[in-house]
Nanobody
Framework: QVQLVESGGGLVQAGGSLRLSCVAS????????MGWYRQAPGKEREFVAR???????NSRDTVEGRYSISRDNAKKTVYLQMTRLKVEDTAVYYC?????????WGQGTQVTVSS
């Protein structure tokens, strides 16, 4: 019923920045938390960052200080601002949401960081 659509991925050189967006579609959507996961080739999908309905956030250690998650509730959108990107950040980034007791996933957006 709820769809999550990511955008903003692309090719960037190491040290550069990108901002990912995830727009939730569906009537009167509310969430417990929304966030981002990523999956690099040959690796398991891993947690990146999350924002809760009260505005609290957390993130994994490897992106601490470089990534920032934020939201615009009116637009039903969550953002992931990524700075000082590293080659190891290369992955498909997936938007995730927990809402009304159900888990939702976006289709993913590719982030490629070149050296």
């Amino acid at each position: 019923q709820v769809q999550l659509v990511e955008s903003g991925g692309g090719l960037v050189q190491a040290g550069g920045s990108l901002r990912l967006s995830c727009v939730a579609s569906g009537s009167y959507f509310s969430y417990n938390h929304m966030g981002w996961y990523r999956q690099a080739p040959g690796k398991e999908r891993e947690f990146v960052a999350r924002i809760f309905s009260n505005g609290e956030t957390n993130s994994r250690d490897t992106v601490e200080g470089r990534y920032s998650i934020s939201r615009d509730n009116a637009k039903k959108t969550v953002y992931l601002q990524m700075t000082r990107l590293k080659v190891e950040d290369t992955a498909v980034y997936y938007c995730n949401a927990l809402a009304a007791g159900r888990e939702y996933w976006g289709q993913g957006t590719q982030v490629t960081v070149s050296s």
